[in-house]
């Protein structure tokens, strides 16, 4: 059993930024990739990023390249979301997700069905 707890939600202005993170309670070697969705209001869940823990390049929606750097840092079993340029349009509940090791079926990044535990989700409005 993983647990997933996201922290580093909030309130910021547009342009400005804000740093997810998300600790995972198993071990990295027991999970094989990690990914940032969110839920926008009246919105279904939508991927944001992702990277598998054995690296290579992150991955991301159009709408945030150039803006979210996601990184990852095995020792501390943790994956971070480097928000910036904040727009109104990035206002919602950010999900971090994990896929273990053991998971069946083929791994797509962007899908919400590759992962099988999910954090309870952290709240980022951006507003003035």
């Known amino acids: 059993q993983v647990q997933l707890v996201e922290s580093g939600g909030g309130l910021v202005q547009p342009g400005g930024s804000l740093r997810l993170s998300c600790v995972a309670s198993?071990?990295?070697?027991?999970?094989?990739?990690m990914g940032w969705f969110r839920r926008a209001p009246g919105k279904g869940r939508e991927f944001v990023a992702a990277q598998t823990w054995s690296g290579g390049t992150p991955s991301y929606r159009d709408s945030v390249k150039g803006r979210f750097t996601l990184s990852m840092d095995n020792a501390k079993n943790t994956v971070s979301l480097q928000m910036n340029s904040l727009e109104q349009e990035d206002t919602a509940v950010y999900y971090c997700a994990t896929r273990s090791a053991s998971y069946g079926g083929r791994y797509y990044a962007a899908m919400e069905t590759s992962y099988n535990y999910w954090g309870q989700g952290t709240q980022v409005t951006v507003s003035s």
């Open positions: 198993g071990r990295s070697s027991s999970m094989y990739a």
